[in-house]
T-cell receptor, first 110, second 112 residues
């Protein structure tokens, strides 16, 4: 069975303090690894898809990287508006099923 | 215009009742999903439909029955509600071949 583990469970940063979130996975046949952002009371919002080890994607202060066992979401000089829960998900098999991790709750303070 | 919309946003009901949640997407996608997010924020897939055909059916009690009248709509009907059904239910959609799923805002179901 596919497993996705995210760490830390919660992270508190000061504005400008860079850090990384981890997503480690155990799957058979990775088709894609997805990062989503979820704000309180809202649905997950798509950020990135990574398909192969060594791939990197960037968007504003966020950068996602992928190895054969894990993915990192690097946050550079975060701002309070980056506060949210970040979810990692893997896709395997032929159907479009996503298996999610339990998320990292990020809080960025002034 | 909301891309994936769910109604109602909140649903409070008694144990044993039957309830439905509706989902509509205006993105022209051909695949739709239902997910359940529990109190610990764990998001787990329940069902997926592609062009009105069921393609993913996870281990979900028979009390849950999805219905897709057309590819823009996927409704979720729940019979004989139990306390453990309390959760937030999310609808999502994607275009076959893209794999990026777009989520609705969720329906918070509370069973008393």
């Amino acid at each position: 069975e596919d497993q996705v583990t995210q760490s830390p469970e919660a992270l508190r940063l000061q504005e400008g303090e860079s850090s990384s979130l981890n997503c480690s996975y155990t799957v058979s046949g990775l088709r894609g690894l997805f990062w989503y952002r979820q704000d309180p009371g809202k649905g997950p919002e798509f950020l990135f898809t990574l398909y192969s080890a060594g791939e990197e994607k960037e968007k504003e202060r966020l950068k996602a990287t992928l190895t054969k066992k894990e993915s990192f979401l690097h946050i550079t000089a975060p701002k309070p508006e980056d506060s949210a829960t970040y979810l990692c998900a893997v896709q395997t098999g032929t159907a479009s099923k996503l298996t999610f991790g339990t998320g990292t709750r990020l809080q960025v303070t002034l | 215009d909301t891309a994936v919309s769910q109604t109602p946003k909140y649903l409070v009901t008694q144990m044993g009742n039957d309830k439905s949640i509706k989902c509509e997407q205006n993105l022209g996608h051909d695949t739709m999903y239902w997910y359940k997010q529990d109190s610990k924020k764990f998001l787990k897939i329940m069902f997926s439909y592609n062009n009105k055909e069921l393609i993913i059916n996870e281990t979900v009690p028979n009390r849950f029955s999805p219905k897709s009248p057309d590819k823009a709509h996927l409704n979720l009907h729940i019979n004989s509600l139990e306390l453990g059904d309390s959760a937030v239910y999310f609808c999502a959609s994607s275009q076959l071949g893209s794999n990026i799923q777009y989520f609705g805002a969720g329906t918070r179901l509370s069973v008393l």
